[in-house]
């Protein structure tokens, strides 16, 4: 309607869709898209404020099933502890001890490489010494 006089004014009505393409979710815990069955869990009305809503893929749900029946805590608290437990083994940002060997194999090269060095140069003034040492005066 337009204002004030009261007529209405027909505009063109859209059909179909309206351009928009099919958005895959992304998993709250490995961030994998997921195209179909997503699996969709909110936290029960007692855990403590605020409460959470998470979308999972078949994977992270069934790892998170096996998370809640192997914990003995019976605390509306339960899903998120366990979507922790879950999330600090399969999330992308998770701590992994293997990036850690990465950085302990470089540091073993570097102080191999010194060793060498070392080795070398004492060699070397071990040489010196020997050549000092033939040489008549």
């Known amino acids: ?22 958005k895959p979710r992304r998993c709250s815990i490995c961030r994998a898209f ?15 404020e605020p409460l959470q809503e998470w979308i999972l893929c078949k994977p992270c749900h069934e790892a998170l099933l096996v998370e809640i029946h192997r914990s003995s805590i019976r605390s509306p608290a339960r899903l998120r502890i366990a979507m922790g437990l879950v999330a600090s083994e399969r999330s992308p ?27 070398l140069f004492g060699l070397l003034h071990l040489v010196i010494l020997v050549i000092l040492l033939a040489v008549p005066k």
């Open 34 to 48: 997921i195209w179909v069955h997503t699996i969709a869990l909110k936290e029960p009305v007692g855990a403590p």
């Open 93 to 119: 940002k998770a701590y992994h001890v293997h990036r850690h060997l990465g950085e302990q194999w470089e540091f073993q090269r570097e102080f191999t490489w010194f060793v060498w060095l070392l080795v």
């Open 1 to 22: 309607m337009i204002p004030g006089n009261g007529v209405t004014v027909a505009t063109r009505r859209e059909t179909g869709q309206k351009g928009r393409w099919y």
